[in-house]
């Protein structure tokens, strides 16, 4: 079994998700008393925030980057960042190691392709959905991304930054993602799936709420990492 290196804390919230599913999908595989073998640094969230917020990108990548050698130096056979957003920096990190860095766009759109789906409504902090680092990926896999207008990314950005990433989850929320959801719909019936793509996203909403098929970026990113390490 590979040693998992993970980048969490951004938020914990979305990183216990990854050590609970990393954790049970070796003991499904495995059985028995089977887990899998993590390091982990979790950062303060607090200052990854902040730079995101005054746009210096570039001395978050290089935190991130210095983790993540770390973390090979441990023992990590291959990096996990434990969330979309940070996914910008991740040329950065790539650069630091010398190991693989498991990238979350690549396990979503190859979800999206298994899956026969051509056209894809991207949720996610303003940063994923307004820049082009995580879209260009999706892209490249032959996938068109559409994403809300301007007033409703500000809402779902507001919902992950005050709500989710502090564990609270509102049904009045959930209600808003579905509305944002339907009207796209509405406007764009060709629009077949929906890219949770925020690690938290998957707190507040389930396969359930919708009729379009929705892809979990932090289950995807999770099963691609187990296959990698079993």
């Known amino acids: 079994m590979k040693t998992i290196g993970l980048l969490g804390g951004m938020s914990w919230e979305s990183t216990l998700s990854y050590y609970k599913l990393l954790n049970e999908g070796t003991r499904d595989a495995l059985g028995g008393v089977h887990s899998a073998k993590i ?3 979790s950062v303060d969230f607090y200052k990854i925030y902040q730079l995101q ?7 978050a990548g290089e935190i991130l980057a210095n983790l993540a050698h770390s973390l090979e130096i441990a023992g990590a056979d291959f990096i996990l960042i434990c969330t979309n957003t940070m996914h910008k920096v991740a040329d950065e990190i790539k650069q630091k190691i010398d190991i693989p860095l498991l990238h979350i766009a690549d396990a979503t759109a190859q979800a999206l392709v298994e899956k026969k789906c051509k ?17 260009k990926i999706i892209n490249s896999y032959g996938i068109e991304v559409v994403t809300p207008n301007i007033q409703e990314r500000k809402e779902i950005d507001r919902i992950i930054f005050k709500e989710l990433v502090i564990g609270k989850i509102l049904e009045e929320s959930r209600s808003k993602y579905i509305k944002i ?13 929906v890219i949770l793509g ?3 996203i998957g707190l507040l909403l389930k396969k359930n709420d919708i009729n379009l098929k929705i892809f979990d970026t932090t289950s995807l990113h999770v099963k691609s990492a187990l296959e990698l390490a079993l």
């Not at 917020?53 to 001395?59: A, Q």
């Not at 902090?125 to 082009?132: A, H, K, L, S, V």
């Not at 959801?181 to 799936?193: C, P």
């Open 53 to 59: 917020n005054e746009g210096k990108w570039d001395e």
């Open 181 to 193: 959801i339907e009207n796209l719909y509405e406007q764009d019936t060709q629009i077949d799936s």
């Open 198 to 200: 925020c690690t938290e």
């Open 119 to 135: 056209k894809t409504i991207l949720l996610g902090t303003r940063f994923t959905m307004e820049e082009d680092f995580y879209k």
């Open 39 to 41: 390091v982990m640094h």
